[in-house]
C-alpha cells in the first residue's frame, strides 16, 4: 500500500521519514531475508545460555528442547500476526499501536517495549565485550595484572569495561549506517553462525567421552508435580525472550515483498533455529561438565578454556559476530523507531538508536546475567508480564474489531475527528486494559525480586506470575474487547 503523505495533511509532530509508511519501491525482504534475519538474531549467546540453563535447572536434554521448541512455537503466532499489519500498510510498531492506544497512548507501550530492548541491547553488549576481553587475554597475558581502579560496586574491572565500550561502540556504527546495513549483515552472517555452532556441537561428541550416557541420563525431578513447578515458568521465559520481537516485528514486515515472505520466512526461521541452538547448548553444557567437572552455561566462559590459543581467539570472533549480527536487528530498530515515535520532529531513527546505546550502557547490564534463575525468573518472565498484555490489546483491536481494517492518514492526525484520536489523543479502554493485564502478576513479581515477604500475598496469587506471558495476554485480550464493545459507540468498524 503506497501512500503519497503531504505535509499539509498530517501533523508533523506525528511523522518523520522513519514512522511514514514504507514506499512500495523499498519493500524488497524476501523470505531469505526473513529467515536470515532469524538465525542471525537465533544463533547468539543469550538463545544459547536459556537452553543451557534448563538443564542447570533440572531438566534431561529432551524436556529442555521440547520446552524451547514449544514456547518458540507459541511466540511464532502473534509473531506473524503482528507482522500482517507491518506488509499491509508498510506501518513500523509505534505507529502501529497508536491503533488501540491512541496517537499521544501510543507512547506508552512503546516505551514500555523500548526500555526492555535497551536493557538487551546492554546484555548482548556486555556478551560481546566479554568476548573482546578474552581475545586480548590471549594477546596479552598479563592483562588480568593490571591494578583494579573501579570500584567495589561496579563488579568489573577497567579493562572489561574498555572492552564492553569497544563493542558497545561497534554497534553504534551500524546504527548510523541505517536498516540496510542491518539487513546485509543478517544475511552474510547466516550461513557462518550455523557453521560455527555445527563445530561447537561436533567438538562436544569428540572430546566428552561418555556424552551419550549422560544425554540419556533422567531430569532431577522427582515427580510430575516437581517438574510442571519447573516448566511453566520456563516456558514462559522462553516465550518472553522474543516478547518484544513479538510486538516490534512490523518495523522489519513493513520491508517484506509480500505476506507469504514473512510468514514463510519467520516460520522456517525463529522455531527451527532456535530449537537446534537448544540442542547445541544442552549438549555443549553436558560436555563441559564431562571435560571440566563443572556446568559452564555461558559459551565466552567454556571456550575461554580450550587450550588452543588460535581456536579460541577465532571462536571469540564468531562470538562477537553472532552477538553483532543480533544485536543490531533485535535490540536496536525497535527502541530506535520508538524513541523516534515521542518526539518524531527532533528524533529520527539514528538519535533513537543512540538513546537506546546510552540507556543499554548505564544500566550496568553485566548484573541482568550473573546467574541462570536471575535471567531466566526475573528478566524474562518480568519483562512478559508487561508485553504480554500489549499484544492482546494489539492483536484483539486489529483483527477482531477492525478486521484488519486501517485508516493510516488518521495515524498521522492530531484532528478530533481523527479515527484514533479517541480523548486527547489517548484511549482510556486500552490504558485500562494494560493495566488489569499487569497487576496480577505484580505480586509473584515482588515476591520474585524479595522486594516483599514470603507470605505477604497468598501462594496462588503470587503463583501466576509464573505464567506471566499468558496471564497479561489473556487478560488484556478479554477486558479490551470488552470494554470497546461496551462503551466505545464511535469504532466505525463495529
Same mark, same amino acid.
Given at each position: 500500500?503506497?501512500?503519497?503523505?503531504?505535509?499539509?495533511?498530517?501533523?508533523?509532530?506525528?511523522?518523520?521519514?522513519?514512522?511514514?509508511?514504507?514506499?512500495?519501491?523499498?519493500?524488497?525482504?524476501?523470505?531469505?531475508?526473513?529467515?536470515?534475519?532469524?538465525?542471525?538474531?537465533?544463533?547468539?549467546?543469550?538463545?544459547?545460555?536459556?537452553?543451557?540453563?534448563?538443564?542447570?535447572?533440572?531438566?534431561?536434554?529432551?524436556?529442555?528442547?521440547?520446552?524451547?521448541?514449544?514456547?518458540?512455537?507459541?511466540?511464532?503466532?502473534?509473531?506473524?500476526?503482528?507482522?500482517?499489519?507491518?506488509?499491509?500498510?508498510?506501518?513500523?510498531?509505534?505507529?502501529?499501536?497508536?491503533?488501540?492506544?491512541?496517537?499521544?497512548?501510543?507512547?506508552?507501550?512503546?516505551?514500555?517495549?523500548?526500555?526492555?530492548?535497551?536493557?538487551?541491547?546492554?546484555?548482548?553488549? #556486555?556478551?560481546?565485550?566479554?568476548?573482546?576481553?578474552?581475545?586480548?587475554?590471549?594477546?596479552?597475558?598479563?592483562?588480568?595484572?593490571?591494578?583494579?581502579?573501579?570500584?567495589?560496586?561496579?563488579?568489573?574491572?577497567?579493562?572489561?569495561?574498555?572492552?564492553?565500550?569497544?563493542?558497545?561502540?561497534?554497534?553504534?556504527?551500524?546504527?548510523?549506517?541505517?536498516?540496510?546495513?542491518?539487513?546485509?549483515?543478517?544475511?552474510?552472517?547466516?550461513?557462518?553462525? $550455523?557453521?560455527?555452532?555445527?563445530?561447537?556441537?561436533? #567438538?562436544?561428541?569428540?572430546?566428552?567421552?561418555?556424552?551419550?550416557?549422560?544425554?540419556?541420563?533422567?531430569?532431577?525431578?522427582?515427580?510430575?508435580?516437581?517438574?510442571?513447578?519447573?516448566?511453566?515458568?520456563?516456558?514462559?521465559?522462553?516465550?518472553?525472550?522474543?516478547?518484544?520481537?513479538?510486538?516490534?516485528?512490523?518495523?522489519?514486515?513493513?520491508?517484506?515483498?509480500?505476506?507469504?515472505?514473512?510468514?514463510?520466512?519467520?516460520?522456517?526461521?525463529?522455531?527451527?533455529?532456535?530449537?537446534?541452538?537448544?540442542?547445541?547448548?544442552?549438549?555443549?553444557?553436558?560436555?563441559?561438565?564431562?571435560?571440566?567437572?563443572?556446568?559452564?552455561?555461558?559459551?565466552?566462559?567454556?571456550?575461554?578454556?580450550?587450550?588452543?590459543?588460535?581456536?579460541?581467539?577465532?571462536?571469540?570472533?564468531?562470538?562477537?559476530?553472532?552477538?553483532?549480527?543480533?544485536?543490531?536487528?533485535?535490540?536496536?530498530?525497535?527502541?530506535?523507531?520508538?524513541?523516534?515515535?515521542?518526539?518524531?520532529?527532533?528524533?529520527?531513527?539514528?538519535?533513537g538508536g543512540l538513546i537506546t546505546?546510552i540507556i543499554g550502557l548505564v544500566?550496568?547490564?553485566?548484573?541482568?546475567?550473573?546467574?541462570?534463575?536471575?535471567?531466566?525468573?526475573?528478566?524474562?518472565?518480568?519483562?512478559?508480564?508487561?508485553?504480554?498484555?500489549?499484544?492482546?490489546?494489539?492483536?484483539?483491536?486489529?483483527?477482531?474489531?477492525?478486521?484488519?481494517?486501517?485508516?493510516?492518514?488518521?495515524?498521522?492526525?492530531?484532528?478530533?475527528?481523527? =479515527?484514533?484520536?479517541?480523548?486527547?489523543?489517548?484511549?482510556?479502554?486500552?490504558?485500562?486494559?494494560?493495566?488489569?493485564?499487569?497487576?496480577?502478576?505484580?505480586?509473584?513479581?515482588?515476591?520474585?525480586?524479595?522486594?516483599?515477604?514470603? =507470605?505477604?500475598?497468598?501462594?496462588?496469587?503470587?503463583?501466576?506470575?509464573?505464567?506471566?506471558?499468558?496471564?497479561?495476554? $489473556?487478560?488484556?485480550?478479554?477486558?479490551?474487547?470488552?470494554?470497546?464493545?461496551?462503551?466505545?459507540?464511535?469504532?466505525?468498524?463495529?
Open positions: 500500500m503506497n501512500i503519497d503523505f503531504d505535509n499539509t495533511l498530517h501533523d508533523k509532530s506525528l511523522i518523520n521519514h522513519d514512522l511514514a509508511p514504507t514506499p512500495q519501491e523499498n519493500r524488497t525482504w524476501s523470505i531469505w531475508n526473513y529467515t536470515a534475519l532469524w538465525i542471525g538474531m537465533c544463533i547468539n549467546i543469550p538463545s544459547y545460555m536459556i537452553a543451557a540453563s534448563l538443564i542447570q535447572g533440572g531438566m534431561n536434554i529432551v524436556q529442555a528442547v521440547f520446552t524451547v521448541l514449544l514456547g518458540n512455537i507459541i511466540v511464532l503466532i502473534p509473531m506473524i500476526l503482528n507482522g500482517h499489519i507491518g506488509v499491509k500498510y508498510g506501518i513500523p510498531f509505534p505507529v502501529y499501536s497508536r491503533i488501540s492506544f491512541g496517537v499521544r497512548g501510543a507512547n506508552i507501550p512503546a516505551l514500555l517495549r523500548a526500555i526492555v530492548a535497551c536493557g538487551w541491547f546492554g546484555i548482548q553488549s #556486555w556478551i560481546g565485550g566479554s568476548a573482546i576481553y578474552t581475545m586480548l587475554q590471549i594477546l596479552w597475558l598479563d592483562i588480568n595484572k593490571i591494578p583494579k581502579i573501579l570500584p567495589e560496586w561496579f563488579s568489573i574491572s577497567l579493562v572489561q569495561l574498555l572492552c564492553f565500550l569497544v563493542f558497545w561502540s561497534i554497534n553504534l556504527f551500524l546504527i548510523f549506517r541505517g536498516i540496510e546495513s542491518i539487513k546485509k549483515l543478517e544475511s552474510y552472517c547466516a550461513p557462518i553462525l $550455523l557453521l560455527s555452532g555445527i563445530a561447537l556441537l561436533i #567438538w562436544a561428541f569428540s572430546n566428552a567421552h561418555g556424552l551419550t550416557n549422560l544425554i540419556l541420563a533422567p531430569s532431577k525431578f522427582k515427580s510430575n508435580t516437581e517438574f510442571l513447578k519447573f516448566f511453566f515458568p520456563a516456558l514462559t521465559g522462553i516465550i518472553g525472550f522474543w516478547a518484544t520481537l513479538s510486538l516490534n516485528i512490523p518495523d522489519f514486515t513493513r520491508y517484506a515483498k509480500n505476506q507469504k515472505a514473512q510468514i514463510i520466512g519467520q516460520s522456517l526461521g525463529l522455531p527451527l533455529t532456535m530449537t537446534l541452538i537448544a540442542f547445541i547448548g544442552v549438549i555443549v553444557t553436558m560436555a563441559s561438565f564431562i571435560i571440566y567437572g563443572e556446568y559452564l552455561w555461558n559459551p565466552v566462559e567454556l571456550v575461554s578454556k580450550f587450550e588452543n590459543k588460535v581456536i579460541v581467539f577465532i571462536s571469540m570472533a564468531l562470538i562477537c559476530l553472532a552477538t553483532l549480527a543480533m544485536n543490531v536487528a533485535a535490540n536496536v530498530v525497535a527502541p530506535a523507531n520508538d524513541f523516534s515515535n515521542l518526539c518524531p520532529s527532533e528524533i529520527n531513527f539514528k538519535k546505546a544500566i550496568m547490564p553485566w548484573k541482568l546475567v550473573l546467574d541462570p534463575s536471575g535471567y531466566i525468573f526475573t528478566w524474562l518472565v518480568g519483562y512478559s508480564a508487561l508485553l504480554g498484555p500489549v499484544a492482546g490489546i494489539l492483536l484483539v483491536d486489529y483483527f477482531i474489531l477492525r478486521k484488519s481494517f486501517v485508516n493510516v492518514n488518521s495515524l498521522y492526525s492530531l484532528s478530533n475527528s481523527g =479515527d484514533y484520536f479517541y480523548t486527547k489523543g489517548y484511549n482510556a479502554y486500552a490504558l485500562i486494559a494494560l493495566l488489569c493485564g499487569v497487576l496480577p502478576n505484580v505480586p509473584g513479581f515482588l515476591l520474585q525480586i524479595n522486594f516483599v515477604p514470603k =507470605d505477604l500475598f497468598p501462594e496462588y496469587l503470587t503463583g501466576l506470575y509464573h505464567y506471566a506471558w499468558f496471564i497479561g495476554l $489473556l487478560i488484556s485480550s478479554v477486558c479490551y474487547l470488552t470494554l470497546m464493545k461496551s462503551f466505545n459507540h464511535n469504532l466505525k468498524q463495529i
